[in-house]
C-alpha cells in the first residue's frame, strides 16, 4: 500500500488516504510496531504493516463510538465495552480504543463510580453494602468502590438514609421484621438499622 495523504487532524487522529480502498482514521497511540514518522504522502508500507495500519483504524473507529457514549454521561469500563460488543466491535479493538480513553482520563471507573452514587440518592435510600453491590455489577474493583462509597458517605450520612427509608417503608405499611428485613436488603447494617429504631420509635 502506498500513501497519497496523510493529514492530522486537530483531535490527534490522522485522515490516511491509500492509493486503493477507503479513507480511514489512525492514532500514533495504536501502533506498535510502525514508526509513525514514518507515514507520509508517498509512503511505503508491506502487508504485515498494512494489517498493523487497518488495526489502528478500526481502534480509532470505535473511540469515534465511545467518544459518543461518553458525551451523553459518564460510563463505566465494563459496561462501555459491553456496550460496544453488541455494536459488533470486536474485543481486541475495544480494549486499544478504551486503554486510549483511560490513559486520557477520558474514561474513568473512579469518576464513574462518584458520578453513579450522586445520581442514585435522588429516588433510593440504600446503605452502604447495597450501593458496593451495585458498584461491582458495573465491573468496579473493591479498591475504587470503597474509595467511592467514603467519599460519598463524607458527604452524605448513612444514619440519616436510613431513617428516611425507615419512614418511607413504614409509609408503606412495613412493620416489625418485613420493615428490618427491608431496610437490610437496601444495603443497612443491623446495628444501623437499630440504631434508626431506637432513635424514631423513641424520641
Same mark, same amino acid.
Given at each position: 500500500?502506498?500513501?497519497? =495523504?496523510?493529514?492530522?487532524?486537530?483531535?490527534?487522529?490522522?485522515?490516511?488516504?491509500?492509493?486503493?480502498?477507503?479513507?480511514?482514521?489512525?492514532?500514533?497511540?495504536?501502533?506498535?510496531?510502525?514508526?509513525?514518522?514514518?507515514?507520509?504522502?508517498?509512503?511505503?508500507?508491506?502487508?504485515?504493516?498494512?494489517?498493523?495500519?487497518?488495526?489502528?483504524?478500526?481502534?480509532?473507529?470505535?473511540?469515534?463510538?465511545?467518544?459518543?457514549?461518553?458525551?451523553?454521561?459518564?460510563?463505566?469500563?465494563?459496561?462501555?465495552? #459491553? =456496550?460496544?460488543?453488541?455494536?459488533?466491535?470486536?474485543?481486541?479493538?475495544?480494549?486499544?480504543?478504551? !486503554?486510549?480513553?483511560?490513559?486520557?482520563?477520558?474514561?474513568?471507573?473512579?469518576?464513574?463510580?462518584?458520578?453513579?452514587?450522586?445520581?442514585?440518592?435522588?429516588?433510593?435510600?440504600?446503605?452502604?453494602?447495597?450501593?458496593?453491590?451495585?458498584?461491582?455489577?458495573?465491573?468496579? #474493583?473493591?479498591?475504587?468502590?470503597?474509595?467511592?462509597? !467514603?467519599?460519598?458517605?463524607?458527604?452524605?450520612?448513612?444514619?440519616?438514609?436510613?431513617?428516611?427509608?425507615?419512614?418511607?417503608?413504614?409509609?408503606?405499611?412495613?412493620?416489625?421484621?418485613?420493615?428490618? #428485613?427491608?431496610?437490610?436488603?437496601?444495603?443497612?447494617?443491623?446495628?444501623?438499622?437499630? #440504631?434508626?429504631?431506637?432513635?424514631?420509635?423513641?424520641?
Amino acid at each position: 500500500m502506498v500513501i497519497k =495523504k496523510f493529514e492530522p487532524t486537530s483531535t490527534g487522529l490522522c485522515r490516511l488516504t491509500p492509493d486503493q480502498g477507503a479513507v480511514f482514521y489512525i492514532r500514533k497511540e495504536y501502533l506498535e510496531h510502525i514508526d509513525f514518522e514514518g507515514i507520509y504522502a508517498g509512503a511505503e508500507f508491506s502487508d504485515d504493516e498494512v494489517s498493523e495500519l487497518l488495526d489502528a483504524g478500526l481502534a480509532s473507529v470505535v473511540e469515534l463510538k465511545a467518544i459518543t457514549y461518553l458525551a451523553r454521561c459518564e460510563q463505566c469500563r465494563f459496561k462501555l465495552s #459491553s =456496550k460496544l460488543a453488541q455494536k459488533g466491535y470486536e474485543k481486541k479493538y475495544i480494549n486499544m480504543a478504551l !486503554d486510549f480513553l483511560e490513559s486520557k482520563n477520558l474514561l474513568s471507573d473512579s469518576r464513574f463510580a462518584s458520578a453513579w452514587l450522586n445520581g442514585r440518592r435522588t429516588n433510593h435510600y440504600e446503605g452502604r453494602s447495597k450501593l458496593s453491590a451495585e458498584l461491582a455489577s458495573r465491573g468496579i #474493583s473493591r479498591e475504587i468502590a470503597a474509595a467511592a462509597l !467514603d467519599e460519598f458517605f463524607t458527604e452524605n450520612d448513612e444514619f440519616e438514609i436510613c431513617c428516611k427509608a425507615y419512614k418511607k417503608l413504614s409509609g408503606k405499611g412495613k412493620s416489625d421484621e418485613k420493615l428490618i #428485613s427491608s431496610l437490610m436488603s437496601a444495603g443497612f447494617s443491623w446495628k444501623l438499622i437499630k #440504631s434508626v429504631m431506637e432513635e424514631i420509635e423513641n424520641p
